[in-house]
């Protein structure tokens, strides 16, 4: 069946522009997270849905970035007021919510370069 | 604050061989943790798991040790393939923040035919 969907693939903005990332997860993924990845870094965790439970908000790094997840299915990443700093691969994931389902479907990430 | 750290950024390992990767972490509160293997421009891909409750688990080549005295769990492939290169990613996370994986920095696998 398909993966999880990230668009835009590629995304060059200037610094101060607003941008937006979307996701599509797996069809009948409960949970879906999202990451970055800094060059040369590991993924930072950011925010994650689970359900209709209020989203775990506590790795985004300001409050220029906010996430909603329409549905329970689709998500879009919103980065305000964008800094070069924010430069980064976003990746999107989205597991089955169950005990011990802790295996994410990772898709194949939006890179942001901001000017 | 780096509460995985994978301390190799990379590995050259000849074809047949074993590759060993290890990963530490800090936060003795973590309870499962996870290889991910990523290619490049591709989002990265579940390889093996391990609960604390456990001290190895194995899957085909993969095997996956886990030492929490010494908070330290190593990623054994043998034998190593070609297809093996990618950057492999070590995680952990908590029983009850079970959402917030923490990834290690990556370790770039690079097998020689």
């Known amino acids: 069946g398909a993966g999880v969907s990230q668009s835009p693939s590629n995304k060059v903005t200037e610094k101060g522009k607003d941008v937006e990332l979307r996701c599509d997860p797996i069809?009948?993924?409960?949970?879906l997270y999202w990451y970055r990845q800094s060059l040369g870094q590991g993924l930072e965790f950011l925010i994650y849905f689970q359900g209709n439970s209020a989203p775990d908000k506590s790795g985004l790094p300001s409050d220029r970035f906010s996430a909603e997840r329409t549905g329970g299915s689709v998500s879009t990443l919103t980065i305000q007021r964008t800094q070069q700093e924010d430069s980064a691969v976003y990746l999107c994931a989205s597991s089955f919510s169950s005990d011990g389902g802790y295996e994410q479907y990772f898709g194949p990430g939006t890179r942001l370069t901001v000017t | 604050d780096q509460q995985v750290k994978q301390n190799s950024p990379s590995l050259s390992v000849q074809e047949g061989r074993i590759s060993i990767l290890n990963c530490d972490y800090t936060n003795s509160m973590f309870d499962y943790f996870l290889w991910y293997k990523k290619y490049p421009a591709e989002g990265p891909t579940f390889l093996i798991s391990?609960?604390?409750?456990?001290d190895k688990n194995e899957d085909g080549r993969f095997t996956v040790f886990l030492n929490k005295s010494a908070k330290h769990l190593s990623l054994h492939i043998v034998p190593s393939q070609p297809g093996d290169s990618a950057v492999y990613f070590c995680a952990a996370s908590r029983t009850d923040s079970w959402g917030k994986l923490q990834f290690g920095a990556g370790t770039q696998v690079v097998v020689t035919p």
């Open positions: 391990i609960s604390s409750i456990k």
């Open positions: 069809s009948g993924h409960t949970a």
